[in-house]
């Protein structure tokens, strides 16, 4: 009986989390179904649980519990191998070591250099990662950009808010507690003064969907400016066409 008793108290508790952060979990799962699976999955559990309790279970309702809770138990394992996957080839570098780096080339170069450098930096970073994670997930457009959003949440970039995503038209993201600015002193703030490798990082995804277009970040609010976050936007632009 007391183990019954802790199985309801620990369903109760899961469902509370799992509805308390559904926000988070949903950008690292790009999936509100994966969610509401995971939801249905703890409440047979609890019902399962109650039921034990008021010795009310019939033989054919625990069959189906059980064979739920074992395809319930295979897509989370299929899920976390998928994710785990995506994640292969990123390495993690501390806020730090990062900050170092920019107050190191924006003392090696002038300061709009610097900020080109990592600008540009991100960029190619940002294509080369759309272009292999297309590859081995098969999303495109608006859904792979959440994916990537989820991906970039789970290795500390930031927690993400959707403004606006329409590939091919624009998209806007405003990043809450984003790396680049995490703890810098206030001293360095004027190093910086704005998040350009981020924000080249997803133009470069956005070049990466669109390889026709033009595709550009521009910042509009940095904390390092006084704002409560940071927010960019990404705009699909017509290529120049080449001279013959």
């Not at 897509?75 to 996957?85: D, E, G, L, R, T």
Request: aromatic residues 10%; hydrophobic residues 45%.
């Amino acid at each position: 009986m007391v183990l019954e008793f802790a199985s309801i108290f620990a369903s109760l508790e899961t469902l509370f989390l799992l509805l308390r952060f559904r926000r988070l979990l949903r950008s690292m799962l790009a999936s509100n179904y994966v969610i509401f699976g995971f939801i249905v999955l703890v409440t047979l559990l609890l019902a399962h649980c109650v039921l034990e309790v008021l010795d009310m279970e019939q033989a054919w309702l625990s069959s189906i519990i059980h064979l739920l809770w074992s395809a319930g138990f295979a897509a989370a394992v299929v899920v976390s191998i998928s994710f785990s996957k995506m994640l292969r080839g990123h390495f993690s570098l501390s806020i730090p070591s990062f900050q170092s780096l920019v107050k190191r080339l924006s003392t090696m170069y002038s300061l709009p250099a610097a900020k080109s450098i990592l600008y540009a930096t991100g960029k190619e970073a940002g294509h080369d990662d759309a272009v292999r994670l297309m590859k081995e997930t098969g999303l495109r457009d608006e859904a792979f950009v959440r994916r990537l959003i989820g991906i970039c949440t789970s290795l500390g970039w930031g927690r993400y808010e959707t403004v606006s995503l329409k590939v091919g038209e624009g998209l806007c993201l405003r990043v809450y507690d984003c790396f680049e600015t995490t703890g810098l002193a206030k001293e360095d703030a004027p190093v910086l003064t704005s998040v350009c490798f981020q924000s080249g990082y997803f133009a470069g995804v956005a070049k990466a969907l669109r390889p026709d277009m033009q595709c550009e970040a521009r910042e509009a609010k940095c904390p390092l400016r006084g704002d409560p976050y940071c927010e960019f936007t990404v705009t699909f632009s017509e290529a120049p066409k080449e001279e013959s």
